[in-house]
């Protein structure tokens, strides 16, 4: 997993928790690669898990809600790194319609090692529209959270309800957008 989702996810912790709780992460998980981290690197996503498992313990939160709420950061460092990007983009779904196609593309000239979620997108209705999240690492709940900043930061009316798919590890899942 590249660095730069480490890096994000420290600076999140540090925000909403405080330095010492980064820190006590760090010390209490003993990632393999010393809890530093390099925007550039890639690193175990087994790391981050772990992190995370040990915030839910700390905080008596449930993990699947600490990876929205992380996502939610993510989208935002995104929009502010990447704002040449999103510059042309104006909706939810146009945005999520490129992922695969546009924005994995300029990921993996890069960074050719990323291994990259398989974000699909497809407009079922004019007012419906379904994007599937497959991946090797569990993180749907931080593809939910990606997408319900992307409703937010867009301001469209759209209501989101997520379907677990099998396996039902947080490897795959379905989302269905209906704009309102």
């Not at 010390?27 to 550039?40: E, F, K, M, N, Q």
């Not at 997408?147 to 899942?173: N, S, W, Y």
């Amino acid at each position: 997993m590249k660095g730069v989702i480490f890096t994000e996810f420290l600076g999140f912790i540090e925000t909403q928790f405080g330095l010492a709780m980064a820190d006590h992460l760090i010390t209490a998980t003993r990632p393999d690669s010393g809890g530093s981290y390099t925007s550039v690197g890639t690193y175990n996503a087994d790391e981050l898990v772990a992190m995370v498992v040990e915030l839910s313990k700390k905080t008596e939160t449930p993990a699947g809600d600490l990876i929205k709420a992380f996502g939610a950061h993510l989208f935002n460092h995104f929009v502010h790194a990447h704002s040449d990007t999103l510059g042309n983009v104006n909706s939810t779904e146009e945005l999520l319609s490129q992922v695969e196609n546009r924005i994995h593309v300029e990921v993996r000239k890069l960074f050719p090692d990323a291994e990259l979620p398989t974000i699909g997108f497809v407009q079922v209705q004019p007012d419906t529209a379904e994007v599937t999240y497959k991946s090797k690492r569990p993180f749907a709940d931080l593809a939910e959270g990606l997408i319900t900043a992307a409703i937010k930061h867009f301001e469209d009316p759209i209501v989101l309800t997520r379907q677990d798919l099998p396996p039902a590890d947080g490897t795959h899942a379905k989302f269905t957008m209906v704009r309102r």
